[in-house]
């Protein structure tokens, strides 16, 4: 992509904008309640859960790629927030809320820096096959953290594993009056949606449930108070003492935020077949956090629940998001007092409902199918993401996929030229085809590199074992390789005095002009000899006849 698209030129006319309103506002009936939790969870005063809804939302879409990533207050970060900030300051101090403003605006200056940087290739570490198992893991996490407000259960548990335990043990201290909004809230909308997709049901269940409690309803729990006012813009400061001490919390935030919102925005756009421009995300991202902490709030991350909520109410663009912040913005000023009445039991049972809908069994199960050993990986990274959290699953997944890339290029895939009649052919070194009678072509589509210099100089010196009739010429067509490392250049050297020892003389053809450069002043070619390197494989074949 050539840059960060507008907003207004994202939403195509057939994209109708009225079903971006209905998913704006259904995103917002939802995300309202849940990010004052998150401003809980973070030591933040409640108001600033609202806050990072506003201004860091129109920040990201001024630059993002994404049309379909929602950005605002999350668990992972807020949780992180919370444990990096806990001994320097007392949550929810005025000193807390400064170092916390602080904290987004550092993540938001990296996030930046990265963008510079181009770094949104390290979000292509993580492959298809390992989003749908990070999907799964947080819908997971995200549903069993639901459990205690949807059962009525007294747990302040910490952690999925622990939260679920707790659950059971106290599961006869669970409220009947809770458990059944929970039951009728869940029906309700996953029946509603199943006859009535187009029918905002979470919508309607919060309206009509602050009503019935508000109008006299059953005594259940409901959310604090929420005070209402705008942001007021702030300077968050902290000297040098403090950002040193700030940024391993920094750091570790803006890995998860550019992992987490990466992993996200890419496995959407898949879903619908479309591109993302992570780097575009990255300066978002970046701004989104920078205004977070110039307006009062705390850092934000791109939200896999919050995305879910958007595209199954219909949000197809950015405009949906635009519309939850106007929504967010209205409740802040207006309606604020009026959310004291949401039953904390039906937003734990929307949220539950959502975050299930993250878990896509259909697209595991065409996993295992097609890749069992992928499929265990994606099912590793789900297990990492719900036993110890959203950062190390996602460091999991990059470090899956990078070793999943280096088990491809440490045997990498080779094969011998040959011909049959006129037309060139490639077989399996198994068949040990030469292209002429003591002439075998060895074609390998890989870079050298020091993790498979050994494996590729072993290989070779193998089709000399009862080659028929003996190898004298072994020409290595090195047009697929584009890199040669140093290790690798050593390599090729002891090769060449191997097969030199054993009579057999060593050729390239078609060697990248930087490649041969690399080799050259390495002092291999004066090695070889250039009589020995041709530019193709006629010429090779050639001087091998006329020898």
Known sequence: MTGPPSVFRSVHP????????VAGITLAAIA????????????????TGLFTMIVPVVAYVAFCSSKHLVVGADSATAAILAAGLGSLAVAGSHEYVRLAGMVAV??????????????GFLADFLSRTLLVGFLAGVGVQVACGQLPEVLGVPVHAHGTVVT???????LGSATPTDMALSAATMLIIVVGERFAPKVPWAL???VGSIAFVGLGGPDVSTIADVPSGLPIPVLPGADLDQIHRLMPTVLILAVVVLAQSAATARAYAARRDELVDVDADLAGLGAANLMAGLSGAFVVNGSPTRTEIAASAGGTTQLAQLVSAGAALVVLVALAPTLTYLPTAVLASIVTVIAVRLVDVHALRHIFERRRIEGAVALATAATVIVAGVGP???????LSIAAHLRHSYRPNARLVGRDGDRWRLSRLEGARQVEPGMAIYFLSANLYFANASYVVHEVLGL??????PLRWLCLFAIGIDDVDLTASDSLRWLLDELTKQGVQLVMVGVEPHVRHELDRDGFLSRLGEEHVFEYLEDAIAAYRSR
């Open 14 to 21: 057939r994209e109708r904008p009225w079903a971006q309103v």
């Open 32 to 47: 309202v309640p849940e990010v004052l939790g998150f401003a809980r969870i973070a030591g933040m005063p409640i108001q």
């Open 106 to 119: 550092l993540t938001g200056v990296l996030l930046v820096i990265a963008r510079l940087l181009r770094l």
């Open 164 to 170: 679920v335990v707790d659950v059971v043990r106290n």
């Open 204 to 206: 309607l269940v919060v």
């Open 393 to 399: 699953g996602v460091l999991l997944a990059v470090v």
């Open 464 to 469: 000399l074992d009862d080659a028929d009739p």
